[in-house]
């Protein structure tokens, strides 16, 4: 199947930042600007990884991510999608 190549008007890259000021805990971590607070990965994709975050495990074996604003940040979403997309190359390759 061959896919059509559709132009489209330049889009607004709107899926990349989320927030619900509506949300009971929001924001979930302490911020200065929370107009910026990006809630589109409300759970980290990457919290059951090995991450560059700022996390500790606590005693009875959690991962608290309480510190991290790495899913939170401007930008976020380009940055977690990289990380996935070359764990997902490294893992295909073995």
Do not use: A, W
């Not at 889009?11 to 619900?20: D, E, H």
């Not at 910026?36 to 608290?64: A, H, R, S």
């Not at 991290?68 to 893992?91: A, F, T, V």
């Amino acid at each position: 199947m061959q896919l059509k190549n559709i132009e489209q008007p330049e889009k607004k890259m709107s899926f990349k930042f989320i927030q619900n000021k509506d949300c009971q805990y929001f924001p979930c971590h302490d911020t200065n600007n929370p107009d910026k607070f990006n809630c589109k990965f409300c759970l980290c994709p990457l919290y059951f990884t090995d991450c560059d975050g700022d996390y500790k495990i606590l005693d009875n074996g959690v991962k608290d991510c309480s510190n991290c604003m790495i899913p939170h940040k401007p930008g976020s979403y380009d940055k977690l999608i990289q990380i996935i997309s070359n764990r997902i190359d490294r893992e295909m390759k073995k």
